[in-house]
């Protein structure tokens, strides 16, 4: 997801005299799963494949600004998305939403079957409802392989069982941020691609520590972030995979590095953030989050650069954030325009419906 | 994949010429049939949309081929200038034959603050569905609430046959909000099942062969990083294909274990075989493609193994940093240097 807040708030940085359709080139975009998406410039869609180990930047070719956003409400997406894949509902999985923010055109990744074998496919949804499958064996795109940080050994049958789960894409300032999480260590991955892509270096991950309360700390993987401008600087708000949510400037995210993020809020049991969206209302900036257990949670986003971090077991508090107790079942979220969010929602009868929801 | 014979139920309306489905193609026969006229579609309540795929004109007639394979189970619907033609793809029937085969940690008694489970199964499974088929019980059989680390991203092997279950970090962790309002997933002294249930579906979408239960007992927390000093190598011998075993005082991560160990010469060069973890994660093993030559050898050791709580070489899972405890770390791997005679 997070296209939207990359583009209000890095616009100045990402429209570079770059050519970027130019360095992509038509043919099969060979995925092997279609995960977490962010939308980059001039409607490239970078798309994270965990299992074939890379990020897949293809050319949506959907640039045209919408008009007007008007809303979007449609109920069964899963029901509809199925049918046209030829198969049933419990035979997908909808992995990611991203709204390109241009023409506020909503993007899910799927898999057409839940085995290892399972197709990855990127559908298309028009605000009028329509769906489109984007013709992954011929689309203009570039790939970035991700490196194995170890040289993983095969097993008897000459498998190698590592692989990092691509958990979160963010396109930021010319370059595309990777968070893993590894199914063997436990230990940050963070990564940066400059886009266009160039080969990735095997040592650009970023070690990130979390440090609590100045106590404890660990090589914690993130999760997921969203990129947010605090006085002219570019930071990333990040989730760790063991709950708090902290900032780290974008400058400081140099591979080989120790960066240690600052804890911003502690969310409290039940509360891990899932995606993560930033918007300005009444003139304040907002952040809004929906969480694990499928609910929505709003925290201000202003002053994080005055904020006094999070040090002793006594301050618990940091950033205060509200659950909004109308809004249930949300299992992804983007914003859709200024006034609005995007949220797939998870029904009372277990369908999943895409709708617009103005911001709270 | 293989389908059986297509059952035509119900041709309707026999004016216009009936859709048949021919292997995995759907055809219309008879010179000027248009792809206009021709819709299919999954047979399905509400407004759906038609199948993915493409019409073409052929010589008899029209080809309709669906990107995607059929699914067994489901009804298609095609509609050929107003006639409704249905058409099932028959069920397969298959036995269930997936099951659990290991769960490590395999010991029977396990550190309180445990990092992770590795399920390993028999066969390929379905992704999207391991947290409803997952409980942990405790010594009076009801679940103990939220124990694992529930992500979306499944921690899979890309073959569906490892699944990496993290206990919940921030439960874990210590000073963190989780770990201080609910405390440890499981504590020391109790006893615990892993019970994954026989509903979990194989990649083919049949349920296991039977529930699997692990029982084990909690201990003292494990917080000491693994001491490279306490490790036991014994050499093998010149001109034979026995195994060099490094052994532990404690066990360590099974997939660690295979992922970040490896022998070389001294000058850094890989030497061919293949290794094996038993004795409960406490032994490894490494027989070598070709015997032995007399020499010094190396079993190098990433300092990123881990234990069954996350402690790595020189480092624990949470490092209290006023008493900086963390070893300053110069070296990315640990050697072991063993000699062969």
Redesign the interface.
């Known amino acids: 997801m997070r296209l939207v807040t990359t583009f209000t708030l890095f616009a100045s940085l990402t429209v570079a005299a770059v050519d970027y359709s130019s360095s992509l080139t038509s043919g099969k975009a060979d995925m092997k799963s279609a ?1 977490s998406l962010a939308f980059g410039p001039d409607g490239i869609l970078f798309v994270g494949d ?2 074939g180990a890379a990020i897949f930047a293809i050319d949506t070719r959907d640039r045209k600004s919408a008009a007007s956003s008007g809303s979007v409400e449609i109920a ?1 997406i899963n ?2 998305i ?7 509902p419990d ?1 997908i ?1 909808i ?1 990611d939403m991203a709204v390109n923010p241009l023409s506020k055109n909503a993007y899910l990744s799927v ?9 990855p496919v990127i559908v298309r949804v028009s605000r009028a409802g329509k ?1 489109e ?1 984007i013709p992954l064996d011929k689309v203009k795109h570039s790939r970035a392989d991700l490196p194995n940080p ?4 095969k ?2 049958r000459g ?5 990092d ?3 979160d894409l963010a396109f930021v300032d010319g370059k595309v941020f990777v968070a893993g ?7 940050s991955n963070l990564r940066s691609i400059p886009f266009p892509f160039k080969a990735v270096e095997k040592g650009a991950s970023v070690e990130i520590y979390h ?10 993987p993130v ?1 997921t972030f969203v990129p947010y401008e605090i006085k002219s600087e570019a930071y990333l708000l990040a989730a760790y ?4 949510l902290v900032k780290f400037p974008v400058s400081s995210l140099k591979p080989g590095t120790k960066v240690m993020g600052t804890t911003i809020a ?5 509360n ?1 953030p ?1 995606d993560m969206i930033i918007y300005q209302k009444g003139g304040h900036d907002l952040i809004l989050m929906n969480n ?1 257990s499928r609910g929505v949670m709003k925290m201000s986003a202003e002053n994080l650069d005055k904020f006094e971090p999070i040090k002793s ?1 006594v301050e ?1 508090q940091g950033v205060q954030y509200e659950t909004l107790a109308g809004w249930k079942g949300v299992e992804q979220l983007d914003k859709f325009d200024k006034d609005n969010a995007m949220m797939l929602v998870r029904n009372d009868g277990g369908s999943l419906d895409l709708k617009t929801v103005a911001l709270p | 994949m293989r389908f059986l014979a297509p059952i035509l139920l119900a041709p309707l309306l026999l004016a216009a010429p009936p859709v048949r489905l021919d292997g995995t193609v759907f055809r219309v026969s008879g010179g000027g049939a248009r792809c206009e006229e021709l819709v299919i579609s999954v047979d399905a309540p509400g407004d759906i949309p038609a199948l993915s795929g493409s019409c073409t004109v052929e010589a008899d007639g029209l080809a309709f081929r669906p990107k995607y394979a059929l699914q067994p189970g489901l009804r298609y619907r095609a509609v050929y200038s107003g006639a409704v033609s249905m058409f099932e793809i028959p069920k397969r029937v298959v036995t269930p034959s997936a099951a659990v085969v290991q769960v490590f940690p395999s010991s029977a008694v396990i550190p309180e603050n445990i990092l992770k489970f590795y399920l390993h199964f028999s066969a390929p499974m379905s992704r999207g569905e391991a947290y409803q088929h997952l409980r942990l019980l405790d010594a009076k059989g009801a679940p103990v609430a939220l124990p694992f680390l529930e992500i979306d991203q499944e921690l899979w092997d890309r073959e569906g046959r490892r699944l990496t279950v993290l206990f919940d970090p921030g439960r874990i962790k210590r000073g963190l909000a989780p770990n201080e309002e609910v405390g440890l997933p499981v504590t020391a002294g109790g006893r615990y099942t892993l019970v994954i249930d026989a509903g979990w579906q194989d990649a083919a979408g049949q349920p296991l062969k039977s529930e699997f239960r692990k029982e084990f007992l909690a201990a003292e927390a494990d917080r000491t990083p693994p001491d490279p000093k306490t490790w036991k190598i014994t050499a093998p011998t010149a001109g034979k294909s026995h195994p060099v075993s490094l052994e532990f005082p404690e066990p360590m991560d099974h997939a660690l274990l295979r992922s970040l160990i490896e022998v070389t010469t001294p000058a850094g060069r890989s030497i061919a075989g293949s290794m094996d973890v038993d004795h409960e994660e406490m032994r490894w093993q490494f027989t070598p493609a070709d015997p032995w030559k007399p020499g010094e050898y190396v079993v190098q050791v990433a300092r990123t193994l881990e234990d069954r709580a996350g402690n790595t070489l020189g480092r624990p899972f949470d490092v209290d940093v006023f008493e900086r405890v963390e070893a300053r770390i110069l070296k990315e791997t640990v050697p072991v240097y063993f000699t062969v005679r």
């Not at chain 1, 170890?150 to 050994?153: H, I, P």
């Open positions: 995960g965990s299992i069964g029901e509809k199925a049918a046209m894949l030829g198969t049933a035979q999985l992995n898999s057409r079957g839940k085995g290892p074998d399972a197709i769906l499958e170890v040289e993983a050994k097993d008897a498998n190698n069982l590592r692989l789960a691509i958990t999480l590894s199914n063997e260590e436990f230990s440090g609590q309360h100045g106590r404890f700390e660990t090589n914690s999760r995979t063991c709950t708090p502690e969310l409290g049991n039940r891990r899932l694990s077991q618990r």
